[in-house]
């Protein structure tokens, strides 16, 4: 069992950033590959990025591809989100997820078994 909480989000103005946590539980975090997804009012949950357990491996959706920074900390089990030029439309309740048997589709939100509670992110234009 994994207990996944988020923290840092808030209110920017578009142009700024925000920097996303997710501490984990459990001893055996580093081999969780973990996830970042969003779902804004109305709107079904989508994949933001994502890390393999090693953190060699990254992945993102277009739409945050070169403004979005995924990382890990295995020592702290904490993963992180960096999130730089926030736009309007980036603001969602964020929520981490992880599972430890993902190799592939990293983007589907079934694959992962632990979520966490979402962080609210407002993005003012």
């Known amino acids: 069992q994994v207990q996944l909480v988020e923290s840092g989000g808030g209110l920017v103005q578009a142009g700024g950033s925000l920097r996303l946590s997710c501490a984990a539980s459990?001893?055996?975090?580093?081999?969780?590959?973990m996830g970042w997804f969003r779902q804004a009012p109305g709107k079904e949950r989508e994949f933001v990025a994502a890390?393999?357990?090693?953190?060699?491996?990254?992945y993102y959706a277009d739409s945050v591809k070169g403004r979005f920074t995924i990382s890990r900390d295995n020592a702290k089990n904490t993963v992180y989100l960096q999130m730089n030029s926030l736009k309007p439309e980036d603001t969602a309740v964020y929520y981490c997820?992880?599972?430890?048997?993902?190799?592939?589709?990293?983007?589907?939100?079934?694959?992962?078994?632990?979520w966490g509670q979402g962080t609210q992110v407002t993005v003012s234009s």
């Open positions: 459990g001893r055996t975090f580093n081999s969780y590959a």
């Open positions: 890390i393999s357990w090693s953190g060699g491996d990254t």
């Open positions: 997820a992880a599972d430890p048997s993902i190799s592939y589709g990293y983007h589907r939100a079934y694959k992962y078994a632990y």
